[in-house]
């Protein structure tokens, strides 16, 4: 079965520096794209960035261009998200997504981990 465990999370400071990762297994990793998502305290599940299958392309959320990469080592099918120059808005637990067969848009999921709580706070 499909298997999304995302790690990395925790404390930073504005300004600040994390780097999550994804660990995926019970499917062809290498053959789709993913995503990264976030749901901060009382708000929506909000995509953050995208990959392609080949890491190819990359995509970004407006909020977060610039100050987060995206990329996946299709070898260790593990997806990372590192993030710099976090803010205070950036508080959100982080999931982990694999983009359906067939979706036009890059938020189009079908399964998601758990998440991993990222808390950015001085």
């Known amino acids: 079965q499909v298997q999304l465990v995302e790690s990395g999370g925790g404390l930073a400071q504005p300004g600040g520096s994390l780097r999550l990762s994804c660990a995926a297994s019970g499917f062809t990793f290498s053959s789709y794209a993913m995503s990264w998502a976030r749901q901060a305290p009382g708000k929506g599940l909000e995509w953050v960035s995208g990959i392609y299958s080949d890491g190819s392309d990359t995509y970004y959320a407006d909020s977060v261009k610039g100050r987060f990469t995206i990329s996946r080592d299709n070898a260790k099918n593990t997806l990372y998200l590192q993030m710099n120059s976090l803010k205070p808005e950036d508080t959100a637990l982080y999931y982990c997504?694999?983009?359906?067969?067939?979706?036009?848009?890059?938020?189009?999921?079908?399964?998601w981990g758990q998440g991993t709580q990222v808390t950015v706070s001085s």
């Open positions: 997504a694999k983009v359906r067969v067939g979706a036009r848009w890059l938020y189009e999921y079908d399964y």
